[in-house]
């Protein structure tokens, strides 16, 4: 099984800064890494897939980037709504998640 | 608009079963896959399984070999997923999502999650 390991655990940002989550999987994943938000209550939404490409309606401050076993998911501007907690999960070999990053306001 | 909308929470006793809906609509079912996802309480994210609803062939998590079926009803753009055995560490939010159909590929859309609460 690929192992997804995210950090920070916790990230604090102040909004309109700039947040940077990590991920990496234990074996090369190519470009087959997804990001996906999820907020209390909700279930999670998709964020970025092939390790780069923006799903649908999501905006441009999201950008991701990486490939092999080393990715980034980047917020260029944090804003209200950005406060959640992220998750990465490759489907190179069949799916497993990172554990999370709560991004929380500083 | 595509849309998965799964049944209401289920509350169990320690080794009964539960199965779980998962409706979909908007798009050609069959030329997709659905997952599920589980998420105990204040826990992450944990891949279940898969199945192809243009074959009906699956694949499940290792640890939940023997214990979840999934299936699919073509006619109604209805996925199922039955967990027997039940357990209380069984106890989480469980997701739908709708995937790639040979298994591989993001997750989008997900289901709004049935909570299954396991309690005697």
């Known amino acids: 099984e690929i192992v997804m390991t995210q950090s920070p655990a916790t990230l604090s940002v102040s909004p309109g800064e700039r947040a940077t989550l990590s991920c990496r999987a234990s074996?090369?994943?190519?470009?087959?890494l997804a990001w996906y938000q999820q907020k209390p209550g909700q279930a999670p939404r998709l964020l970025i897939y092939?390790?780069?490409t923006r799903a649908t309606g999501i905006p441009a401050r999201f950008s991701g980037s990486g490939s092999g076993t080393e990715f980034t998911l980047t917020i260029s501007s944090l804003q209200s709504e950005d406060f959640a907690v992220y998750y990465c999960q490759q489907y190179n070999n069949w799916q497993t998640f990172g554990q999370g990053t709560k991004v929380e306001i500083k | 608009q595509v849309q998965l909308v799964q049944s209401g929470a289920e509350v169990k006793k320690p080794g009964a079963s539960v199965k779980v809906s998962c409706k979909a609509s908007g798009y050609t079912f069959t030329s997709y896959g659905i997952s599920w996802v589980r998420q105990a309480p204040g826990q992450g994210l944990e891949w279940m399984g898969w199945i192809s609803a243009y074959n009906g062939n699956t694949n499940y998590a290792q640890k939940l070999q023997g214990r979840v079926t999934m299936t699919t009803d073509t006619s109604t753009s209805t996925a199922y997923m039955e967990l027997r055995s039940l357990r209380s560490d069984d106890t989480a939010v469980y997701y739908c999502?709708?995937?790639?159909?040979?298994?591989?590929?993001?997750?989008?859309?997900w289901g709004q999650g049935t909570l299954v609460t396991v309690s005697s």
């Open positions: 999502a709708r995937g790639g159909v040979v298994g591989l590929g993001w997750f989008d859309p």
């Open positions: 074996q090369s994943v190519s470009s087959n």
């Open positions: 092939g390790a780069s």
